[in-house]
């Protein structure tokens, strides 16, 4: 139905006919105030370069505490030391620290922390429950020495 032919029913008096497809254009939408500015800090923080650079690096913090948290093995360590001392970091003077990236996007920094140590505890019990504790030195299998005749030289020259 066209504009037009709803407007062409309006009656005198400029009330509607019965059509609800405008008379619910006009119909104000009831919403919280905390709605709305959900809404528009959600949408204008995502467009921010400088907030989808502190979401990256809260991101790539994460993922390197939870690539390097299970075996931190020697050339791992440094990544899993960087990414639990900037996690656990408290300082609010550096503008991209844990604090306040998490201040920037509207996250509980505390919380996070509780979080990643509870995955990586509940991650180092399911691991020490699958994989029995193995001795590092391991026996090898076999004769440990083994007893050779030297060669006679004077019977080979012949």
């Known amino acids: 139905m066209r504009i037009r032919d709803i407007v062409a029913e309006r009656h005198s008096d400029g009330v509607m006919a019965g059509h609800p497809l405008l008379a619910n254009l006009f119909v104000p939408e009831v919403f919280l105030p905390e709605q709305y500015f959900d809404s528009v800090r959600a949408e204008s923080t995502t467009n921010i ?10 991101e790539e913090a994460i993922a390197s505490y939870q690539r390097y948290a299970i075996e931190p093995v020697r050339r791992n360590l440094k990544g899993f030391r960087d990414a639990r001392q900037w996690i656990d970091s408290t300082d609010t003077t550096w503008p991209y620290s844990f604090e306040n990236v998490c201040a920037m996007l509207h996250l509980e920094p505390e919380v996070l922390r509780c979080g990643l140590r509870a995955w990586r505890e509940a991650r180092l019990q399911a691991l020490a429950a699958t994989h029995p504790y193995q001795n590092p030195f391991r026996r090898v299998a076999g004769d440990r020495h083994a007893i050779v005749r030297k060669r006679d030289r004077r019977r080979h020259q012949n």
């Open 49 to 58: 370069p400088e907030v989808r650079l502190m979401m990256a690096v809260l």
